[in-house]
């Protein structure tokens, strides 16, 4: 994609050889050359913007679809991208499923805002659906940037404020952008805290489970409002088939009737477990469609409970302030709770 017209016009290629600057799938830079770049222009004190997008949940592209799909995701990608920086800059595959982008348009926040959000909406970047060998999928992306000489005055703190942003976009709940403010984000630590592994989210739901100065139902209250907090969602609720509700967070905003339940046993009548993710649209389905608006919801997942065989009620997270991209993890955890609650009322 990227030509040696393209690159030569910066210093830094002049004496390069570009058949090996160029990454043999996306066309656009390699990983040592677009950082190689960077730091060049740090060291040159060049004023610029850098981000790493990420693509949300990439890997269910190739595990459904196949690696040449993927590929070519990854391609059709990489173009689109290097064609909306044009001459504002360039873009490097940092790895796998992640790029670099380098800008130099104005680096003030209200600019890169509205320039990577563009990215979003008429940019035509992510948050669309993309056709690769007649497979069309939705991919979303997650986006951490900040500015040189704003954010950082040398190369290594500019990368750790971008991996802060990164980081912080992610958790969050990805598909979504995240410009470095100081103010916000220099507390950040990139690396996971041992509490917010899963296998002790496990170890800290089993504690409640089994704390018996509560009677079952408040049990579950407090696991769900750990959930809660844990996950940074809106709500979290278990929804019984008797019509009964608990709430892990304000209080679920749906009256729990005859609809409601059959949605959730519609979304988990081929698997224990519905969960959406960006790289799909799940409200093709308009009753579901309809559900959604009404309870103000952004994006959710349930899981069905079953004791002694027969359905007893469902779980349910949802967000209703951001377009969340679920991970297995959710997942994971959504249907750990289910047996943790079938264990409490067996």
Known sequence: MYTEKDLKKYDYFKNRNIDYAIDSLTGVLTRTNILGFARHLVENNVEFMMGILDVDNFKLVNDNYGHKVGDGCLQQLAENLANYIGEDGLVGRFGGDEFIVICFNDTSYEDIYSYVNKMYT??????????????????????????????ADNYDDLFLTIDKALYRGKTKGRNCFI?????????????????????????????????EKYAVEERIKNILNYITIALSISES????????????????????????????EQLTISDNVF??????NHLNDEKVANFVREKNIVTFMVARIVVSKKTFGYILLFENKMSRIWQERDAELLLYLGKVIEVLYK
């Open 122 to 151: 008429d940019g035509g970047i992510v948050r669309k659906k993309y056709n690769v060998e007649n497979v069309y999928f939705y991919v979303t992306a997650t986006i951490g940037c900040a500015s040189f000489p704003k954010n």
């Open 179 to 211: 410009i470095y403010v100081e103010e916000k984000h220099k507390n950040i630590m990139v690396n996971r805290r041992e509490q917010s592994t899963l296998i002790n989210m496990f170890n800290r739901i089993s504690e409640l489970q089994n704390d």
């Open 237 to 264: 609720s278990v929804l019984f088939v008797d019509k009964r509700t608990i709430s892990g967070g304000d209080g679920y905003n749906c009256v729990i009737d005859d609809d409601c339940l059959k949605i959730c």
């Open 275 to 280: 969960i959406p993710s960006g790289l799909y």
